[in-house]
């Protein structure tokens, strides 16, 4: 009995694993093809951009995860006030990481790009963030309605 809960429970949690996983391929799937909508590059251009985007795309996510490891680790209340420092400066200090990979991803993008694509870029990745939150709004509406009550 003990096994059959035990092999239920780790399919469920690998098709749930594994749903997420599609939702992110989905996900990043629109974003480049908004992207590419949105920019309208040449061949030459896109050959250039893509490397430097996925690159960007890559450590901006590795700074991201670092970022929220350092928060998940421990609760605020388990944590000495040494530690909790020594978190807030490890934060601090991936803001600078990110600050710095901003500026270089910029100034990557100039070497390539007219500046009027790269701020076409901002406004594209702005626009398809707003388009998923609202998205995520309008499928979760019924929810929070339930919610309340």
């Given at each position: 009995?003990?096994?059959?809960?035990?092999?239920l429970?780790t399919?469920?949690?690998?098709?749930s694993?594994?749903?997420?996983?599609?939702?992110?391929?989905?996900?990043?799937?629109l974003?480049?093809a908004h992207?590419?909508?949105q920019?309208?590059?040449?061949?030459?251009?896109?050959?250039?951009?893509?490397?430097?985007y996925?690159?960007?795309?890559?450590?901006?996510?590795k700074?991201?995860?670092?970022?929220?490891?350092?928060?998940?680790e421990?609760?605020?209340?388990?944590?000495?006030?040494n530690?909790?420092?020594?978190?807030?400066?490890?934060?601090?200090?991936?803001?600078?990481?990110?600050?710095?990979?901003?500026?270089?991803y910029?100034?990557?993008?100039?070497?390539?790009?007219?500046?009027?694509?790269?701020?076409?870029?901002?406004?594209?990745?702005?626009?398809?963030?707003?388009?998923?939150?609202?998205?995520?709004?309008?499928r979760?509406k019924?929810?929070?309605?339930?919610?309340?009550?």
């Amino acid at each position: 009995m003990k096994t059959t809960y035990l092999l239920l429970f780790t399919l469920l949690f690998s098709l749930s694993t594994f749903a997420q996983k599609m939702d992110r391929d989905k996900i990043k799937a629109l974003k480049i093809a908004h992207i590419t909508e949105q920019l309208d590059l040449s061949e030459k251009e896109a050959q250039d951009f893509w490397p430097i985007y996925n690159a960007n795309e890559e450590a901006e996510n590795k700074l991201r995860n670092e970022s929220f490891e350092k928060i998940k680790e421990q609760t605020p209340n388990d944590l000495s006030e040494n530690d909790a420092k020594s978190i807030l400066l490890k934060m601090l200090s991936i803001k600078k990481e990110k600050q710095e990979l901003d500026t270089k991803y910029l100034n990557d993008l100039l070497k390539i790009l007219p500046a009027k694509k790269v701020l076409t870029l901002m406004q594209a990745n702005r626009s398809f963030k707003h388009k998923m939150i609202e998205q995520f709004k309008q499928r979760h509406k019924g929810e929070k309605q339930e919610y309340k009550n």
